[in-house]
């Protein structure tokens, strides 16, 4: 019988010198930089599970990054220095072997910590609580995580992730991160073509290797049975990047769920205090009655130290040129909370709620002083329009979830739901 270490061995061959470890391309990379926001001058990177460094080396020539790599394979790390000594890059690069569950480094160090196709190795949730502690003040997490992408996959995808990996969806993801203290500034769903880069030169290498090298007919079997799943069965799964910012725990947050039937009452009552008049509660009470306007899941509340709702956020159906699309409004908070951080706190719930189910665009009428805080930007400048006259900088567009392969985000004028009026 072969032994584990020989066929450890055999998998490590078949990826050594390879363009890729993982899912991914050099577009990935760059796109959930750009959803990461504007980084420090110098940023700190820490890459890990860096295998031999594709995004290390991008990080480091494009974003002018220190980049910490970290990986527990050695020949790996060669191959990184190598090739950062290449490319004139040995001296923004360190590499480090080290396990990514027991990092030797201080608090703090970092303003932004990859994980491209790594997190599977210690498990989503525990990288989330692993890793937090590593980021400084404003610091990111960028973490890839293979999810299912079907409502019901198949008994053969189960059947295989059961043996390898416990998958969940991209909505329990997202409550896991948020549960951890962390708020989703973006997610992207890795388009095909990432799965195409890696799976290609592995596929060729595993012809071409010799399965009568020790270990190397059990790694080969099962790289083509990983690879025969991805081919039959692609559409069932798939790898997210998620951008991550920690918000609390601490001073002043707050607990958030989705608004349940018993929440009817104190919503009403939150608007009627909130607002001079009973519009803003008339209009949630009609929003509920209308069925393609109202989506269970997507109104929110914030709960004060007693249990009692402080805050709400609501997001409805709406459509931008005949594209569905979502309408942020209303959002309300009881005057005893307000400027305490619980309207915020409920925004960004309910926006990751979105996020989590796949949502892609979200229209705001509001204050430009406050929406851009959670993403927010002027709505024209995705060519999107309301259908009646306001300020320009009043009305806001986020985008959720980047278009991977969906195409483009949709164009043209806002049609609300009826209950507005507009």
Not at 265 to 278: P, Y
Not at 372 to 384: K, T
Request: with cysteine; aromatic share 8%; hydrophobic share 45%.
């Amino acid at each position: 019988m072969t032994d584990n270490a020989s066929i450890t061995d055999a998998f490590f061959a078949l990826h050594h010198g390879l363009p890729r470890q993982g899912p991914g391309s050099d577009d990935t990379t760059r796109r959930l930089l750009s959803l990461a926001g504007t980084p420090p001058e110098r940023p700190r990177v820490l890459d890990l599970g860096c295998g031999p460094g594709r995004a290390a080396l991008l990080l480091a020539a494009e974003a002018g990054a220190e980049v910490t790599a970290v990986d527990l394979h050695e020949p790996f790390l060669d191959e990184l220095r190598a090739s950062a000594k290449a490319r004139g890059l040995a001296g923004a690069i360190t590499v480090l072997k080290a396990d990514m569950a027991e990092l030797p480094c201080r608090d703090g160090s970092f303003d932004l910590v990859w994980a491209e196709s790594s997190a599977y190795g210690i498990g989503f949730d525990n990288a989330l609580r692993t890793w937090r502690r590593l980021l400084a003040p404003g610091g990111t997490l960028v973490v890839t995580e293979c999810e299912w992408t079907a409502a019901e996959p198949s008994a053969a995808a189960r059947a295989f992730w059961a043996r390898h990996y416990a998958l969940r969806t991209g909505e329990e993801n997202v409550r896991a991160a948020t549960a951890a203290g962390y708020s989703v500034l973006g997610a992207l769903r890795q388009p095909e073509s990432d799965w195409e880069e890696y799976y290609g030169p592995l596929a060729a290498r595993a012809d071409a290797a010799d399965p009568a090298t020790p270990g190397m007919a059990e790694a080969l079997a099962a790289t083509r049975e990983e690879i025969a799943m991805r081919r039959e069965h692609g559409a069932e799964y798939g790898y997210t990047g998620y951008v991550l910012r920690p918000v609390g725990p601490g001073p002043g947050s707050w607990a958030t769920r989705p608004e349940t039937a018993a929440d009817a009452a104190a919503v009403r009552a939150l608007h009627g205090a909130a607002f001079e008049t009973g519009a803003e509660a008339d209009l949630v009470d009609t929003l509920r009655a209308d069925p393609e306007a109202w989506l269970p899941g997507l109104s929110y509340v914030a709960e004060a130290p007693d249990g009692s709702v402080a805050a709400y956020a609501l997001l409805t159906r709406c459509r931008v040129g005949g594209a569905p699309a979502l309408a942020l409004a209303p959002v309300a908070v009881l005057p005893e909370h307000q400027r305490t951080g619980a309207g915020s706190a409920v925004v960004r719930a309910v926006l990751d709620a979105a996020r989590a189910r796949g949502e892609r665009l979200v229209l705001v009428l509001g204050h430009p002083a406050y929406y851009p805080r959670f993403g927010f930007e002027p709505a024209s400048r995705y060519g999107i329009r309301p259908g009646f006259e306001v300020p320009d900088e009043a009305m806001m567009a986020l985008v959720l979830n980047e278009p991977g392969d969906s195409g483009p985000l949709p164009r043209g004028t806002i049609r609300y739901p009826a209950a507005f009026g507009v």
